[in-house]
C-alpha cells in the first residue's frame, strides 16, 4: 500500500512538517514533568525540546508560561498531553504487569521516552516506529545523555503510510505472542486508507490476549474549530498550524472496524480521565478536542 499524496512529507525530520508535533508533545511532557501535580514523569522531555532548532525558546517547565493554564497552548493543551501520556503509561504497564504481555509496539513513536522511563519486565521488548530521521534526532539526543532503556529496545524506521505490516517480524517481533499497541496522536495525520491499512496490520500481527490504544478525532468537519483557541494559540504562538498537518478526509471508523474482527472496546472522552485524576482539560465553547477519543480494544484469547 502506497499513499500518493505524500501531503506532510516536505520536511522528514523534527524540523517542521509532521515531525515537529513530537516536539510539541515533548514540551507539553517536559512542562507536565515539572508542575506540582504532575500526572507523569518524563526526565528527557526537556532536553528534546532544547536540542532542537525548531523548538528554540518554547517553555519547558511552568514557571516559563506567563499565563500559566489559562496559556490555551502551554496550559490547557500542555496538560491534554500530559493527562494522555499518564493515561497511556497505565495502560501499557497494565499489560505487560497484569497481563503479561511482552511485546509492546508504539506506532508514531515520535519522541516518546517510554523505553527509558517506565518498569518494564526485564524480558519485554519495546519496538518503536517512526520515521528515519525523527528517530535519528530522539537517537543523538537519547546518546548524548547516555540514556540506557529499562528494557530492550527495538527502533524501526518506516513510514507508516508504505506497506510497514513485514518490518515487524522482521525486527523480531512474533506475531504468535500477545503484544501491545499503542497508537498516541497519530491516526489525523495519516491518510484513511493508511489508518484502516493499520488497523488491520494490527489485527493481523495481533495473537489472542493482545491490546490496542489509539487516539481519533470524531469531528466531520475540523476546519470548523479553526478560530477555536487551542487552533489558534497553536499557529500563533509557535507557528504550527495543526490542521495544515491533518489528513482533513473523512474518517474510517476504525472502533468500529476492531469490533467487526471481534475486539472489544472502549471508547472514552479525554475527560473522562480529568474526573478520574482530578486534573486535565475540561470541556468548554469551540473546543478543538470535542471530538477527541481514546479507544482501548481488546483481542479475546482463543
Ligand atoms: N506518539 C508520540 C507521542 O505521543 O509523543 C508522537 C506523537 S507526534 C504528535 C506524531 C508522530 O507521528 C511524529 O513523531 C511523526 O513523525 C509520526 N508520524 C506522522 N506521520 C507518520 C508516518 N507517515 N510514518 C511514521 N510516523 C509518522
Known sequence: MVDTARRNTGVEGVAGGVGVTALLVAAARAIETHRPDSLAQDVYAEHFVLAATASKGWPVHPKEVADGDRDPLWGRFARYFGLRTRVLDDFLLRSVHAE???????????????????????????????????????HQVLDGLSAVPKAARVPVAMDLRDDWAGALPGA??????????????????????????????????????????????????????????????????????????????????????????????????????????????????NDALAGNRWVFADKPRP
Not at 506506532?107 to 516506529?129: N, Q, S, T
Open 100 to 138: 503479561g504481555v511482552r511485546q509492546v509496539v508504539l506506532l508514531g513513536a515520535g519522541l516518546d521516552a517510554r523505553a527509558y522511563r517506565l518498569d518494564w519486565p526485564a524480558d519485554c521488548v519495546i519496538f518503536e516506529i517512526d520515521r528515519q530521521e525523527v528517530l535519528s534526532f530522539k
Open 172 to 285: 523480531g517481533f512474533d506475531p504468535s505472542a500477545p503484544s501491545v499497541w499503542l497508537v498516541e496522536g497519530l491516526l489525523f495525520y495519516l491518510p484513511p486508507a493508511a489508518e484502516t491499512y493499520l488497523i488491520d496490520t494490527v489485527d493481523r500481527l495481533s495473537a489472542g490476549g493482545s491490546a490496542l490504544a489509539f487516539e481519533v478525532k470524531l469531528e466531520k468537519d475540523l476546519l470548523a474549530y479553526r478560530d477555536s483557541p487551542l487552533y489558534t494559540s497553536t499557529r500563533e504562538q509557535i507557528g504550527i498550524d495543526l490542521l495544515n498537518l491533518f489528513d482533513l478526509a473523512p474518517r474510517p471508523d476504525s472502533a468500529g472496524r476492531l469490533a467487526d474482527k471481534r475486539w472489544s472496546t472502549a471508547v472514552h472522552t479525554p475527560f473522562d480521565f480529568t474526573h478520574r485524576h482530578g486534573r486535565g482539560p475540561l470541556p468548554e465553547e
